[in-house]
């Protein structure tokens, strides 16, 4: 089930006939379980690591029969996993094997489990008895996340080809990825790219992943845009193109007709221009006798993006400071450079968990971050007083 954008996983599987029920865990639909295990039990679920204490907690479904059983666990974790290293740092496999892809399951020394990060804040785990360890992978095949969101990396995906479903989405070194899978070996993947490797679209083009060839490369429009078409193997093509300076987009489809892909590229959308009080498609709701919306302005950086909007005070002072970065670098130690003269320091502000950091000026403000998704940091600098009141009027996702 798990993937890099660009390589099929073995864990990828011709889907599996359904169970009679498909039942649904945490917004995961089972697809496949054995026959003759019954009806499945809901559990709560944890996971403790070597020395007992409990680093996971979520809900499972259980279905058994005699000493054969198989139990699908999901926990939602605060987003601190992204990958296989972060379940091995956990230390709640037995004998763990450590995978060869950061993206690939951990699997337990007896093959009877397997976990992973299936989504954003999501890990899930398959385990079933040694007479079953056989159909471990069909089970994993099975799963499918459910009900996805429009909105990703900033824009919206708007359409998708019927019988698709999210397989997974996260961050590479180089851009924000979603994907979809269907049947007969459809897939589709769409990577937003910020920062200056999207500056121009022939260095979006140059931006790829290194072992990509493109062929048969063809100017072509998305939007009214300039944008290129490409193929990228047998049954693969490519449409890529520019949102706007520092921000690009390549969509691919394998085993999809070209009318689909143009039709997916076509249903991306970009959030409304900075006006008001939105910045980057974020709502914030400042304004008041007290504060006046400013300018807003954009910077471009290595592998992300900044939109910066200022709110001033009566006296003409920049009082408030709200920045949206996007990127795959965000949380990166360029990043934190960039953002930061010291150390970050974990703090929670009107709820929200991030990090407070150094100014560097001995003012009154104080400058907090957080990230409520994979690729998006918002930044605040605010009057010490006023921090939390801000925070509060920012709807993030």
Partial sequence: MLVTIGVVSPYIVTRPDPVATSPELDGVRIGYIPEGLGAPQRLRAQEKDIEGEIRLRGEALRWQAGSDFVQVSAYRTGGVIH?????LALNVVDSPVEPRFSDDPVLSGDGTSAMWVADYRLVLKVTVSAALKGERDRIIGGLRLVG?????AGLRVTYMPAGMWVSRKGADPDALTRLWQGESGRRVSIEVVYGRAAATLEKLRAAGPPQEVLTDVRPASVHGQPAYAAATGQAGRVLLWLVKPGTGVRVRGDHLPEGDLVRIAEGIQSPPESQGESVDGIAISLAGPDLRPGPVETAVAARWRSTTRRWIGPDGEDTVTVSIQRGAAVLSSTW????SR???????IAGVQGNLLDTGASTSSRKFTWTPEPGLAIVVTAPADELRRIVKRIAAP
């Fill in 83 to 87: 990958d296989a290293m972060g379940i």
């Fill in 148 to 152: 996805w969101s429009p909105a990703f």
């Fill in 336 to 339: 934190w450079r960039s953002v």
């Fill in 342 to 348: 010291g150390e970050p320091k974990p703090a929670t």
